[in-house]
């Protein structure tokens, strides 16, 4: 059974960094595309940003683009989402998400964490 665990959430000001960790168990880690997605009180969960199993490949929303970057170290089963020049509008809950091909659509991802809440403070 799959288990993807965040941390590193938190209140920071517009400006600021946090960087988002998320474990994964009970699966070959190195055989997950994983992503974060994110969702607004009110709206819906949208991509932020994957990369591929090897982690060659990454891709990123136009709205954090140049801001975020995603990493993964294979060896401790971990991905990261590194957020520097926070804005209020970043303001969500942070969802770590793995599929075996990860696409941005949020319907079709298999394995969910249960999300990290990130508030920017202007």
């Known amino acids: 059974q799959v288990q993807l665990v965040e941390s590193g959430g938190g209140l920071v000001q517009a400006g600021g960094s946090l960087r988002l960790s998320c474990a994964a168990s009970g699966v070959s880690f190195s055989s997950l595309d994983m992503g974060w997605f994110r969702q607004a009180p009110g709206k819906e969960r949208q991509f932020v940003a994957r990369i591929s199993r090897g982690g060659s490949t990454t891709e990123y929303a136009d709205s954090v683009k140049g801001r975020f970057t995603i990493s993964r170290d294979n060896a401790k089963n971990t991905v990261y989402l590194q957020m520097n020049s926070l804005k209020p509008e970043d303001t969500a809950v942070y969802f770590c998400?793995?599929?075996?091909?990860?696409?941005?659509?949020?319907?079709?991802?298999?394995?969910w964490g249960q999300g990290t809440q990130v508030t920017v403070s202007s």
């Open positions: 998400a793995a599929d075996y091909r990860l696409t941005r659509t949020p319907s079709a991802v298999d394995y």
